[in-house]
């Protein structure tokens, strides 16, 4: 049986990743002034941070419409193969995305089984995610298998990130459970994460960003402990801070593969900003 992964764009996956491991991505919406584009399909992630910086107003966002979904698995279905799906999404407590894929999972079951999943989490936290399973996939593990591992890296995955504003998270009404750190002493940098039910939540704040990426380190060490990882960075416009946590986080974890430096996409750039570092990882 031929296993479909989807997933949506907010998982920030390199293209050239995702075309190698035939992950098939459904487009969000970024609507920037009286304009509306579709998150890495008409709108780059360079292109969308130098529109945000000119925009008269923050950019909003929109979930994929049912048909959306529907035509993507229909198309998948219509490749005439015994096959089915799993379809990975952005955390359904910032999105409703995950509920528009059920919605159209309902909708093709007469012609493709579909099998939906809520990450808990965004960006390459769920890239990462998606990614191990379209490997899995491509190495012939069974479709119990590649749910199981799906569930496993939900549940064993970390991801923390640095801010130098809340005012687009905040803006956005994206600031879940890290409003706490709202109103803090100047430069003091909160250092956010998902918590288990997929929501933003403050860990705690640092004074400056270099020590806050520190902490952020430390913080992903006390995760991973001695367990063999796998990591990522991810930025926006912070290329150069990226590779210097890429450096540190290798020299530091027990890492078995090699990092992804990947870049915060339209969407859940407009609500992280420019600025932002991320670490994301999975204990395997």
């Known amino acids: 049986m031929k296993l479909y992964i989807v997933t949506d764009s907010t998982a920030d996956i390199p293209k050239e990743l995702a075309s190698e491991l035939d992950i098939h991505v459904v487009p969000l919406k970024v609507h920037i002034d009286d304009a509306t584009y579709l998150d890495g399909v008409t709108l780059t992630t360079a292109q969308f941070y130098e529109k945000l910086e000119k925009a008269d107003r923050l950019p909003r966002t929109s979930q994929p419409s049912p048909i959306d979904f529907v035509d993507m698995y229909e198309a998948l279905a219509a490749k005439g193969e015994d096959a089915q799906i799993i379809s990975i999404h952005l955390s359904s407590a910032l999105s409703g995305t995950y509920q528009t894929a059920n919605l159209a999972k309902d909708m093709v079951q007469d012609k493709i089984k579909v099998?939906?999943?809520?990450?808990?989490?965004?960006?390459?936290?769920?890239?990462?995610?998606?990614?191990?399973?379209?490997?899995?996939?491509?190495?012939?593990?069974?479709?119990?298998?590649?749910?199981?591992?799906?569930?496993?890296?939900?549940?064993?995955?970390?991801?923390f990130f640095v801010m130098d504003t809340l005012m687009y998270l905040q803006k956005g009404g994206r600031i879940g459970k890290a409003s706490a750190v709202l109103g803090s002493l100047l430069n003091v940098k909160p250092i956010l994460t998902f918590d288990e039910t997929g929501e933003v939540a403050a860990v705690e704040k640092v004074r400056g960003k270099k020590k806050a990426v520190g902490r952020m380190l430390d913080l992903a060490k006390e995760f991973a402990g001695s367990a063999p990882v796998v990591a990522a960075v991810v930025h926006a416009t912070s290329h150069e801070e990226a590779e210097a946590l890429k450096a540190r986080i290798a020299e530091e974890l027990n890492v078995i593969q090699d990092m992804v430096v990947t870049e915060l996409g339209p969407v859940i750039g407009t609500y992280g900003g420019p600025g932002l570092l991320a670490v994301t990882l999975y204990k395997v």
């Open 115 to 159: 099998h939906v999943i809520d990450s808990r989490t965004a960006s390459y936290a769920l890239g990462s995610i998606v990614v191990a399973v379209a490997r899995a996939a491509r190495e012939r593990n069974n479709l119990q298998q590649c749910l199981d591992l799906a569930q496993r890296l939900i549940a064993n995955h970390a991801a």
